[in-house]
């Protein structure tokens, strides 16, 4: 079995409790990833890791290399990405410190390279991205979830934003509007070229908290008092999913 890729969020740049064996420098005809890619084991499975942000979580949302990250993950072998992304919560369910699984997105981004199939020596191919996610592995993350007892939010439309700031409160409006659970900066183009290349690709979004106008208070006193609640519950579901 190839190893699991994991992208992590900007409120994780490693693995509580993975082992790494080794780190490799992965050169792309699209540039450098993120970081090293750390290669090791996880609950005792193969996991190879990429810290979306880069080494101290120094990379803004936009300017991530998001088709090297993709192509040297693949260049190692992965077939199946895992997606951590840190997010707002909109809908209702969508509370502080639950993981979402979403089942679609909006992209609101602008600006950021979208496809590897940009014209240069290559036939233009248009592909299909409805679902977005890979459902098979979002059913197994959902299974993980109830083999483990931990409530999720299995559903949801992930609503992607440019970044780096945070939105505004009409923002947020327009997203609910739209139907959008979660609000994010990280998630495209990134879901997009995975399918490109044939990455079977999920998002588990932990909710560090409520986007502007939904809740109370500093949202970044919020996030800090949150995200460590919700790395915890997403490494039990880690651990029920590859055991799996």
């Known amino acids: 079995m190839s190893a ?16 790494q064996s080794r780190a490799s ?19 005792g499975k193969p996991v190879i890791f990429l810290a979306r942000h880069g080494d101290g979580q120094s990379i ?15 260049y190692a072998g992965v077939e199946r990405v895992l997606a951590v992304n ?14 979402v699984i979403p ?7 602008h600006g950021r390279e979208q496809t590897f199939f940009d014209g240069a020596g290559q036939d233009l191919r248009h592909v299909e ?7 098979e592995l979002r059913q197994r993350l959902c299974a993980a979830s109830s083999a483990a007892r931990i409530g999720i939010i299995p559903d949801g439309i992930h609503g992607v934003v440019q970044g780096p700031r945070l939105e505004t409160a009409a923002e947020i409006k327009r997203l609910k509007r739209d139907g959008c659970a979660i609000v994010g900066m990280t998630g495209m183009p990134e879901a997009v070229l ?16 409520q986007a502007a106008g939904i809740g109370s208070g500093s949202i970044h006193m919020e996030i800090e008092a949150t995200k460590a609640e919700g790395i915890a519950v997403f490494m039990q579901l880690l651990r029920q999913f590859l055991a799996g």
């Open 4 to 19: 699991l890729g994991i992208i992590g969020s900007s409120s994780m740049d490693d693995l509580p409790g993975f082992k």
């Open 25 to 43: 420098n992965e050169s792309t005809p699209y540039g450098d990833p993120s970081s090293r890619l750390a290669h090791g084991q996880l609950y």
């Open 60 to 74: 803004a949302p936009h300017l991530i290399n998001y088709r090297a990250n993709l192509w040297a993950l693949q």
């Open 86 to 99: 840190a997010v707002g919560g909109i809908g209702e369910r969508c509370v502080s410190g639950s993981l």
């Open 103 to 109: 089942d679609d997105l909006i992209d609101y981004t």
């Open 129 to 135: 991205f409805s679902p977005p996610y890979d459902e």
């Open 194 to 209: 995975a399918r490109e290349i044939g990455v079977a690709y999920a998002c588990c979004g932990i909710v560090v908290n």
